[in-house]
């Protein structure tokens, strides 16, 4: 097993939003490659795209390097005059490494928080608030296209992530309006030199 150390400067260093979710994906069940190129592009859909379909091989060489993931052996009898199909899973290494990553993507938002407001504050009031307007815009343009009720049923996993992103997103969207209302206001106030 490799130290945490270790394991840490090398999860650290992978940024391939493909990567991780490449290795989500084996956390809930072991996988061959063929198998793994079809649940990926049916669980993640328009949401992650694949360059091509060898992007995955790719992946999976990069997360063994790192220790992420193994491979497993197969219970079932091989064909002998078939080449035996690799199946891959996720190392304890692994899953500890995706639970850190699912939790710096926090931080990642709250660093993007203060990113936006340090750019908005250097903007002039004018450009400032019509920048602010299209940003409502888009917030209420997005929240129009969150899956309803009346949307096909799913079952399982796939309608799980719907409801906890579509939740995440009706949360997002109505804290975004509040924050730009907030703006707009600062912004005014700061314009009129009544804050210090």
């Known amino acids: 097993m490799k130290s945490a150390g270790l394991n840490e400067r090398s999860a650290a260093a992978m940024r391939s939003p493909i990567n991780w979710a490449l290795l989500g994906l084996l956390i809930q069940r072991p996988s061959y490659g063929y198998g793994l190129v079809q649940r990926f592009e049916r669980t993640y859909g328009d949401t992650l795209e694949l360059s091509s379909r060898s ?10 390097r790192r220790g992420l993931i193994e ?22 290494d692994g899953i500890c490494a995706y639970e850190r990553w699912l939790i710096e993507q926090v931080s990642d938002d709250e660093r993007r928080s203060r990113l936006i407001a340090q750019h908005f504050a250097g903007l002039s009031l004018e450009h400032a608030l019509r920048v602010l307007e299209r940003c409502a815009e888009v917030c209420l343009e997005a929240a129009g296209r969150l899956p309803t009720d009346d949307d096909e049923e799913l ?11 579509g939740e995440e997103c009706r949360l997002r969207a109505g804290a975004v309006l509040s924050w730009i209302e907030y703006a707009r206001s600062e912004l005014r106030a700061a314009a009129a030199g009544t804050q210090p």
């Open 55 to 64: 992007q995955i091989y790719t992946a999976l060489d990069s997360l063994a």
């Open 71 to 92: 491979h497993a052996q197969d219970a079932r009898v091989e064909d002998p005059v078939r080449q035996p199909k690799l199946q891959y899973r996720a190392t304890e």
């Open 155 to 165: 079952s399982g996993r796939p309608a799980l992530a719907e409801r906890l992103a």
